[in-house]
Structure formats: structure tokens, C-alpha cells
């Protein structure tokens, strides 16, 4: 039986495509066994692709598929708890191979159709009626392990109950957010969303806006990717957009909006000459010789591409997104009337078709904003124009008001959300108006704003917030950009720490912003340096690792609740913590060397530790110091969570999560465990110095890597600094030494290093480019 406790089990993939491949390394990886049908050796060329393309969390996740045809091995469904067709999105093939199957499948087995808007009720079709109550629609989001939407698509005549338990399971076990939609022609996603791609497309090509403007004013302008619309269309395929627009038309006739839409001769010239976007290499834009071209629209040739002129102030980007979208309204012509048409129709859109395709505001809202990474969805995105918004959509040609507008003005009401004595509400229309209703989330889906807005801030300060979780747990959150580290948010989190001591049974260590903490703010670095400021930078230093022993020796547990990037300082406060729960997309790492730097916040005397403190007396602790050596020298971070663990950033006894909206409830409950079984601290104990014996051995692999030319000059000073920090210093032989003694040495290379003009030089790469510079 599927269900959100069910680790394990046997899936049965149907389809060897994109997204049946994908499904397939998503269930290898959460560790389920995965039989891949397709047509001939299809299946076996497909394992092959996900092997070197990277699907999976760990290598050797792929052998949990074995490949298959469905000639031979179709009665491989007889085993399996859940079958999965993903093949042509045709109805026709579809409803064959089902009959096919119904006559082998386990009667107790969950059976569903992957599909971004065919009819999940006219496949049902095709099973006896025993099974239809076991068949549901699935649709997954490529690439299926990374997007975390699942659109979960019921008929009438499914089991409640299993829709229930798989939402547990896809919820739990697979990382999804699950999103029920009706049964109707694209669902929620692809029944906007298409329309939002092909209109703004359409009016562009209209309004004579080129790609690269367009792109860019609705692209993070907007809260959006940076793909915009014509780099979009070049990913999701013309002919695919072509393909749904036609199947949209042909089954939803009385859609003023779908039948308005015609597409201009631009698109289908480009089909015709088999320029389909980037699976052809061309498209709007094509690739030629490490270079991207534009399409003109005029002479359907391409033209080198240029940087949109527009006429926005620069300063623009930095306002709220609000106040973003009502300044864009205004743009002058043609630009305006491009983005009014652009943007609001899609918004229209949205609100005139929310009651036929989803059940509530908020779902149709999450399935836009996690199936496209939008910032807003539909009806958040009406809310940030307020009555501007509104009053640009008059001036549109429509029909008519779109309905859920409608009902929001008969009601008498303004907004979808609000807020009403500490309670989120939303807009629930009811026929012709409606009122607002509690917007409620799953207990495990801790939203940190929400508990502010409930008035749970224990204590505020200008980076950071300490909030109350409940069961005497307290969460500390960073709030700084990118949650970078700085001397006052530092010196907050001890006063938290020392509160948490105090007033709780423990505390998590995380937040929802993009990452958990991208380091120490380099630019502060940069000025300390550049004013040659050398006792403020040690002051900084000795925080941190005062930070690092604090956490660790704290008389209550710190759980660190990982997402994203925890890299630099940010992991110098992970890696004390009690315990870790990191998500599994979570990329860990000391990456301080690609910036002339060493790990000095405590990072290089806890890495040492952890490699020397469970060591047998007689075991040469060289093998152990080298992989963590190698790890700090070369800068190395985890692709993901499982990686950590190889790296020795995560410990054995650290969790993973698989649900990032999850992630602090199960952190909290770790705090919780920890806490009930008498949590204790570990005691100060010295570290192993292997001294200069230890030191030469670490540094002969860099005088071979020297001598080869793989690494320069200053890649080798950075790693003799690293291999003195580890190795103890100036020490003889092997002797156990207090953590001060090494903290004192980090904090001296470091700073060695900052008077060096090719570290300088490396922090102003990182910062001018994002990307590390080999010197």
C-alpha cells in the first residue's frame, strides 16, 4: 500500500522518455525499485543517458532500475505498488497500453497517467471499473527529481482514501508539494501557463518588442526566470506549445480566451523550417560557436544579440515587487501597452478559469508559482497591482470582467489576502461574490512569516528573529541578504544561544529564505582589508569561533535546519551543531580557498577534529587528515546532501529531508528527541597535533601538483596554510593541544593571507563575477 510511511516498494514506469525516465531516477533515488518499460531497447539507452547525465543523488542509485520492453516484460506489473504510464501525450496510446495492463496489474496496486492536460477520466476509460478507483492523473514537472510541484489530478471516480495516502507519499517520501486540480484540459498549470507564454509571445511580436526586451521585462523584473517568454518557447519545444494550443482549442470551445489566441506567422515559420527551439539548436534564439543569435522578425534570419534598451530607471529593480509591477504599468508606448497586454491577460485569465480548474485560490496560486518559479501567482499578483492593476485591465478588450474579480467587488472586498486578528484569510468566491475564509497549511508546513503575523517573534533584531515554534522550542532565523554573516548578526546569535540556555528545551537554526547562509559578507572582508583594519578583522574572527565553540558546547541542542547553500561561515555554524537536517538538494562546503582564504571561523579546527576524534590508538591519522586536507585546499562543496556525507561536512548520525517545506518541522522534532533522551554536551578536548612529520606528508602531494603546473604559486601558499593550521604548527611530534591553540592559528594564516595581493585580487573576482579566480 502507497503511502507517506512506504520507504520502499516497486514502481512499474511506463515510458522511457523525458519524464518517464525522470520519474524513474526521482524513485531510484528516494529508494524504491523502478522496472522501466518502453518499446525495444529504448529503456536500456535511457538508464544509460540518466548515468551520465547526473539524475541521480548517488551513482549507484541506478541500479535500482532494471530496464525493460513492454513486449517481454509487461507482466512485471503484477509485482509492482505503483504503475506509472508517461508515454506519447495522446490519448489514444495512452488508453491501449492501459487496456494492456489491466489485464496483469496488481489489483491493490496505485495506477496513474502522467500527462500536463490530457483527460484523466478518458483514460480511466480504458480499465475495467474495479480499478478505475485505484487511477489518478500525475503530473510531474521536468526535471522531475528538481521541480517540486506534483499537479495530483483525482476523477469521480477515485478512492478518496488513496488520493489521501499517495499525497502523504509523494508529499513525504518524494519532496513534492502536492497540488489537487480538476480534471479538466491542462489542468492548472498548463491551462495558464501556456496561455501566459503564448500571449505575451503573441503581443510581443505585435507591438514590434524584440526577444531580449521582452525576456527582460518579464524576467526577475517581474519575479520571474530569467528565461522571460522567448527563451521559454525555445525550451519548452514550439511544436510543443503548438501541439497543446491546438488540443486546448479543440476541447475547450467556449474559451473566449484560448479561441482568441492566434498565433503569429513568425511561429509558424519557424515550425515549418523545423526550428523548434533548443532541442534543434534553434528557435528564437540559436547557439553558434559559443555565441547566442536573435531572431528578426522580419527576415527570420538571426542577428547578434543585444542588451535590451528600455526605458526603466535603474533603481527600479531594487523597489519592492509591488511597487515594481504598478511602475511597469505606466512604461511608455509601445512598451506599456506590451506589458498591460502581457501581464494582466494571463492574470485575467487565471481568474476567470480558477473555479473551473482548482479547488481554491491558494492552490491555483502554489501550482503557478512552484511549476514556473514565479514570485507571485495569479491572485498575489492582483493583490501587489491593487487598484491599478484593475483599472489597466479596463482598458483591455475582454468580454467580460473576469468572474473571480467579479465576486471579490460584489463582495465588497479589495484583496485575495488579508490578514484578520493574526490570521491569514483568502478569498473564497461563492457563485457571483464570496467571503474570506482561514488559510490553513498541514501542521508540518511551519511558515515563519505566518507565526510573526500570529505574533510568535520572541525577540526582533534588525538581521535576524528568534521565533517561537511551540513545545518550548525556538527557531533562530537570519535576515540578512543571502543570510550572509556580520559582526551584529553574530553577536545576536549569541545572546540567543545564551536565551535558548535559559528559556527553551532547544532551538533550530534555520530559515526560508534561498539558503541557509552563503558565509561571512566578503565585501565586509574587502574593507577591512583594503583600510588595513587587521584588529577589526581578528575581532570578527574570534566571534565567529567563539560562535563555533559556543554551539557546540551548548547545554541545550542546536539542530541546524539546512536548505540550499550553507557555505563558508555559514557552515562554520552548521558543522557544531548537535545535529543536522539538511534537505537533500543541500550543497555544503568550505569553499574559502577559491578566495585566497583559509576556513577561520572555527571550520578548519572542527574538520581536524572530526577526522582525528574517533581514531584507534595505533591507526595513522595521515589517510584522515588528507581527505579533509584536500577537501579545505581544493575548496570543495557537496553537489548535494548525499555528497556531504563524503566530504565529512554531515556526520552519520545527521538526517536528510526530503520536503523542503518539511524541513523545520523535522528539525524541530529532532530538537525534541534530542532533548527527551537528556541531551548533553560534548566536553573540551584537546585535538591531535601530528606536527611536522604530518605537516611534510600533506604538503607532498601539493609540491608534486606544484611542480606539474595543476596548481600556482598562491594555490600552493593557501594550502601550506591549511596543512599548518591542521597539523598543529610549529610542533615536533604528536601532541593533543587545546582548540584554542588551533583557533589561534587559523586566525594567523588568515590574515597572512589578507596582506597578500592575490587574495585581494580573488575576493574582487568572486565579487565582480560569482565565479572564483585561479591566480
Given at each position: 500500500?502507497?503511502?507517506?510511511?512506504?520507504?520502499?516498494?516497486?514502481?512499474?514506469?511506463?515510458?522511457?522518455?523525458?519524464?518517464?525516465?525522470?520519474?524513474?531516477?526521482?524513485?531510484?533515488?528516494?529508494?524504491?525499485?523502478?522496472?522501466?518499460?518502453?518499446?525495444?531497447?529504448?529503456?536500456?539507452?535511457?538508464?544509460?543517458?540518466?548515468?551520465?547525465?547526473?539524475?541521480?543523488?548517488?551513482?549507484?542509485?541506478?541500479?535500482?532500475?532494471?530496464?525493460?520492453?513492454?513486449?517481454?516484460?509487461?507482466?512485471?506489473?503484477?509485482?509492482?505498488?505503483?504503475?506509472?504510464?508517461?508515454?506519447?501525450?495522446?490519448?489514444?496510446?495512452?488508453?491501449?497500453?492501459?487496456?494492456?495492463?489491466?489485464?496483469?496489474?496488481?489489483?491493490?496496486?496505485?495506477?496513474?497517467?502522467?500527462?500536463?492536460?490530457?483527460?484523466?477520466?478518458?483514460?480511466?476509460?480504458?480499465?475495467?471499473?474495479?480499478?478505475?478507483?485505484?487511477?489518478?492523473?500525475?503530473?510531474?514537472?521536468?526535471?522531475?527529481?528538481?521541480?517540486?510541484?506534483?499537479?495530483?489530478?483525482?476523477?469521480?471516480?477515485?478512492?478518496?482514501?488513496?488520493?489521501?495516502?499517495?499525497?502523504?507519499?509523494?508529499?513525504?517520501?518524494?519532496?513534492?508539494?502536492?497540488?489537487?486540480?480538476?480534471?479538466?484540459?491542462?489542468?492548472?498549470?498548463?491551462?495558464?501557463?501556456?496561455?501566459?507564454?503564448?500571449?505575451?509571445?503573441?503581443?510581443?511580436?505585435?507591438?514590434?518588442?524584440?526577444?531580449?526586451?521582452?525576456?527582460?521585462?518579464?524576467?526577475?523584473?517581474?519575479?520571474?526566470?530569467?528565461?522571460?517568454?522567448?527563451?521559454?518557447?525555445?525550451?519548452?519545444?514550439?511544436?510543443?506549445?503548438?501541439?497543446?494550443?491546438?488540443?486546448?482549442?479543440?476541447?475547450?470551445?467556449?474559451?473566449?480566451?484560448?479561441?482568441?489566441?492566434?498565433?503569429?506567422?513568425?511561429?509558424?515559420?519557424?515550425?515549418?523550417?523545423?526550428?523548434?527551439?533548443?532541442?534543434?539548436?534553434?528557435?528564437?534564439?540559436?547557439?553558434?560557436?559559443?555565441?547566442?543569435?536573435?531572431?528578426?522578425?522580419?527576415?527570420?534570419?538571426?542577428?547578434?544579440?543585444?542588451?535590451?534598451?528600455?526605458?526603466?530607471?535603474?533603481?527600479?529593480?531594487?523597489?519592492?515587487?509591488?511597487?515594481?509591477?504598478?511602475?511597469?504599468?505606466?512604461?511608455?508606448?509601445?512598451?506599456?501597452?506590451?506589458?498591460?497586454?502581457?501581464?494582466?491577460?494571463?492574470?485575467?485569465?487565471?481568474?476567470?478559469?480558477?473555479?473551473?480548474?482548482?479547488?481554491?485560490?491558494?492552490?491555483?496560486?502554489?501550482?503557478?508559482?512552484?511549476?514556473?518559479?514565479?514570485?507571485?501567482?495569479?491572485?498575489?499578483?492582483?493583490?501587489?497591482?491593487?487598484?491599478?492593476?484593475?483599472?489597466?485591465?479596463?482598458?483591455?478588450?475582454?468580454?467580460?470582467?473576469?468572474?473571480?474579480?467579479?465576486?471579490?467587488?460584489?463582495?465588497?472586498?479589495?484583496?485575495?489576502?488579508?490578514?484578520?486578528?493574526t490570521t491569514r484569510v483568502y478569498f473564497e468566491p461563492h457563485?457571483?461574490?464570496?467571503?474570506?475564509?482561514?488559510?490553513?497549511?498541514?501542521?508540518?508546513?511551519?511558515?515563519?512569516?505566518?507565526?510573526?503575523?500570529?505574533?510568535?517573534?520572541?525577540?526582533?533584531?534588525?538581521?535576524?528573529?528568534?521565533?517561537?515554534?511551540?513545545?518550548?522550542?525556538?527557531?533562530?532565523?537570519?535576515?540578512?541578504?543571502?543570510?550572509?554573516?556580520?559582526?551584529?548578526?553574530?553577536?545576536?546569535?549569541?545572546?540567543?544561544?545564551?536565551?535558548?540556555?535559559?528559556?527553551?528545551?532547544?532551538?533550530?537554526?534555520?530559515?526560508?529564505?534561498?539558503?541557509?547562509?552563503?558565509?561571512?559578507?566578503?565585501?565586509?572582508?574587502?574593507?577591512?582589508?583594503?583600510?588595513?583594519?587587521?584588529?577589526?578583522?581578528?575581532?570578527?574572527?574570534?566571534?565567529?569561533?567563539?560562535?563555533?565553540?559556543?554551539?557546540?558546547?551548548?547545554?541545550?541542542?542546536?539542530?541546524?535546519?539546512?536548505?540550499?547553500?550553507?557555505?563558508?561561515?555559514?557552515l562554520e555554524l552548521v558543522l557544531p551543531c548537535a545535529h543536522?537536517?539538511?534537505?537533500?538538494?543541500?550543497?555544503?562546503?568550505?569553499?574559502?580557498?577559491?578566495?585566497?582564504?583559509?576556513?577561520?571561523?572555527?571550520?578548519?579546527?572542527?574538520?581536524?577534529?572530526?577526522?582525528?576524534?574517533?581514531?584507534?590508538?595505533?591507526?595513522?591519522?595521515?589517510?584522515?587528515?588528507?581527505?579533509?586536507?584536500?577537501?579545505?585546499?581544493?575548496?570543495?562543496?557537496?553537489?548535494?546532501?548525499?555528497?556531504?556525507?563524503?566530504?565529512?561536512?554531515?556526520?552519520?548520525?545527521?538526517?536528510?529531508?526530503?520536503?523542503?517545506?518539511?524541513?523545520?518541522?523535522?528539525?524541530?522534532?529532532?530538537?525534541?528527541?534530542?532533548?527527551?533522551?537528556?541531551?548533553?554536551?560534548?566536553?573540551?578536548?584537546?585535538?591531535?597535533?601530528?606536527?611536522?612529520?604530518?605537516?611534510?606528508?600533506?604538503?607532498?602531494?601539493?609540491?608534486?601538483?606544484?611542480?606539474?603546473?595543476?596548481?600556482?604559486?598562491?594555490?600552493?601558499?593557501?594550502?601550506?596554510?591549511?596543512?599548518?593550521?591542521?597539523?598543529?604548527?610549529?610542533?615536533?611530534?604528536?601532541?593533543?593541544?587545546?582548540?584554542?591553540?588551533?583557533?589561534?592559528?587559523?586566525?594567523?594564516?588568515?590574515?597572512?593571507?589578507?596582506?597578500?595581493?592575490?587574495?585581494?585580487?580573488?575576493?574582487?573576482?568572486?565579487?565582480?563575477?560569482?565565479?572564483?579566480?585561479?591566480?
Open positions: 500500500m502507497v503511502n507517506g510511511n512506504r520507504r520502499k516498494g516497486h514502481a512499474v514506469v511506463l515510458g522511457a522518455g523525458t519524464m518517464g525516465s525522470g520519474i524513474a531516477a526521482l524513485l531510484a533515488s528516494v529508494g524504491w525499485r523502478v522496472s522501466l518499460l518502453d518499446v525495444g531497447e529504448v529503456a536500456f539507452h535511457a538508464l544509460e543517458k540518466l548515468q551520465q547525465t547526473g539524475a541521480f543523488y548517488q551513482p549507484d542509485d541506478a541500479s535500482l532500475i532494471t530496464p525493460g520492453n513492454v513486449d517481454s516484460h509487461l507482466d512485471w506489473v503484477e509485482s509492482a505498488d505503483w504503475v506509472v504510464e508517461a508515454i506519447i501525450e495522446r490519448i489514444e496510446p495512452k488508453r491501449e497500453l492501459w487496456a494492456r495492463v489491466a489485464k496483469r496489474v496488481n489489483p491493490e496496486a496505485v495506477l496513474s497517467s502522467n500527462t500536463s492536460g490530457l483527460g484523466i477520466a478518458e483514460i480511466a476509460e480504458a480499465l475495467p471499473p474495479a480499478l478505475r478507483s485505484r487511477f489518478l492523473g500525475t503530473h510531474f514537472f521536468n526535471p522531475p527529481r528538481v521541480m517540486r510541484l506534483l499537479e495530483l489530478i483525482p476523477t469521480a471516480e477515485t478512492d478518496p482514501d488513496l488520493t489521501v495516502r499517495f499525497t502523504a507519499f509523494a508529499e513525504r517520501l518524494l519532496g513534492k508539494r502536492v497540488v489537487l486540480a480538476k480534471d479538466r484540459p491542462g489542468f492548472i498549470t498548463t491551462r495558464i501557463g501556456i496561455y501566459a507564454l503564448l500571449r505575451a509571445l503573441t503581443s510581443a511580436i505585435q507591438y514590434g518588442i524584440t526577444p531580449e526586451e521582452a525576456d527582460l521585462l518579464l524576467g526577475p523584473l517581474v519575479g520571474r526566470p530569467r528565461s522571460g517568454v522567448f527563451r521559454l518557447a525555445d525550451l519548452v519545444g514550439l511544436d510543443v506549445a503548438h501541439n497543446i494550443l491546438r488540443n486546448q482549442k479543440e476541447r475547450l470551445g467556449e474559451d473566449w480566451y484560448v479561441q482568441s489566441l492566434e498565433l503569429p506567422p513568425v511561429w509558424h515559420a519557424l515550425i515549418e523550417s523545423g526550428r523548434l527551439g533548443e532541442k534543434t539548436g534553434a528557435g528564437f534564439y540559436k547557439r553558434e560557436e559559443g555565441t547566442i543569435l536573435t531572431l528578426d522578425f522580419e527576415t527570420l534570419r538571426y542577428r547578434p544579440r543585444r542588451e535590451a534598451q528600455l526605458p526603466i530607471d535603474p533603481a527600479l529593480a531594487a523597489a519592492p515587487l509591488p511597487e515594481r509591477l504598478q511602475r511597469l504599468l505606466q512604461l511608455p508606448e509601445p512598451y506599456g501597452a506590451f506589458f498591460r497586454e502581457a501581464f494582466l491577460m494571463p492574470l485575467a485569465y487565471g481568474a476567470e478559469v480558477m473555479p473551473e480548474v482548482a479547488y481554491d485560490i491558494p492552490s491555483l496560486d502554489m501550482a503557478m508559482r512552484l511549476g514556473y518559479n514565479w514570485e507571485l501567482g495569479i491572485f498575489e499578483s492582483w493583490d501587489a497591482l491593487g487598484e491599478a492593476g484593475r483599472e489597466a485591465l479596463a482598458q483591455l478588450a475582454l468580454p467580460k470582467e473576469p468572474r473571480t474579480l467579479t465576486a471579490l467587488r460584489n463582495a465588497g472586498l479589495t484583496s485575495f489576502y488579508t490578514t484578520r486578528d457563485e457571483d461574490e464570496g467571503d474570506y475564509v482561514p488559510l490553513t497549511t498541514p501542521h508540518f508546513f511551519i511558515q515563519l512569516d505566518d507565526l510573526a503575523r500570529a505574533g510568535k517573534v520572541i525577540e526582533e533584531h534588525a538581521e535576524a528573529r528568534l521565533i517561537d515554534l511551540g513545545d518550548d522550542v525556538a527557531c533562530l532565523e537570519f535576515r540578512t541578504k543571502a543570510n550572509v554573516l556580520t559582526p551584529s548578526l553574530m553577536r545576536f546569535i549569541h545572546h540567543a544561544l545564551e536565551r535558548a540556555e535559559r528559556e527553551f528545551a532547544g532551538l533550530v537554526m534555520g530559515n526560508q529564505g534561498r539558503m541557509f547562509s552563503a558565509g561571512f559578507n566578503l565585501n565586509l572582508f574587502l574593507e577591512y582589508i583594503d583600510t588595513e583594519d587587521w584588529q577589526g578583522l581578528d575581532e570578527g574572527l574570534r566571534l565567529l569561533q567563539g560562535l563555533n565553540h559556543r554551539i557546540r558546547t551548548c547545554g541545550v541542542p542546536i539542530v541546524a535546519a539546512v536548505h540550499g547553500y550553507a557555505l563558508g561561515g555559514g543536522v537536517h539538511a534537505h537533500v538538494d543541500a550543497s555544503l562546503g568550505l569553499p574559502e580557498a577559491l578566495v585566497g582564504l583559509i576556513p577561520a571561523g572555527g571550520g578548519t579546527t572542527l574538520m581536524t577534529r572530526r577526522a582525528l576524534e574517533h581514531l584507534p590508538p595505533d591507526d595513522d591519522p595521515l589517510p584522515h587528515l588528507r581527505a579533509v586536507f584536500q577537501t579545505l585546499a581544493f575548496g570543495k562543496r557537496s553537489s548535494n546532501a548525499f555528497d556531504a556525507y563524503a566530504l565529512g561536512f554531515l556526520r552519520p548520525h545527521d538526517t536528510l529531508c526530503w520536503n523542503i517545506d518539511r524541513l523545520l518541522y523535522e528539525a524541530k522534532q529532532h530538537v525534541l528527541a534530542l532533548s527527551r533522551a537528556g541531551y548533553r554536551p560534548p566536553r573540551p578536548t584537546p585535538i591531535l597535533a601530528v606536527g611536522e612529520n604530518g605537516f611534510a606528508r600533506l604538503m607532498m602531494e601539493v609540491h608534486w601538483a606544484h611542480q606539474a603546473g595543476q596548481i600556482s604559486d598562491h594555490d600552493r601558499l593557501i594550502a601550506e596554510k591549511i596543512a599548518f593550521v591542521m597539523t598543529g604548527g610549529e610542533v615536533r611530534s604528536s601532541v593533543p593541544l587545546p582548540e584554542e591553540h588551533f583557533h589561534a592559528l587559523e586566525r594567523e594564516a588568515f590574515l597572512a593571507l589578507c596582506r597578500t595581493e592575490k587574495t585581494r585580487a580573488r575576493i574582487r573576482h568572486m565579487l565582480d563575477t560569482g565565479k572564483p579566480l585561479r591566480n
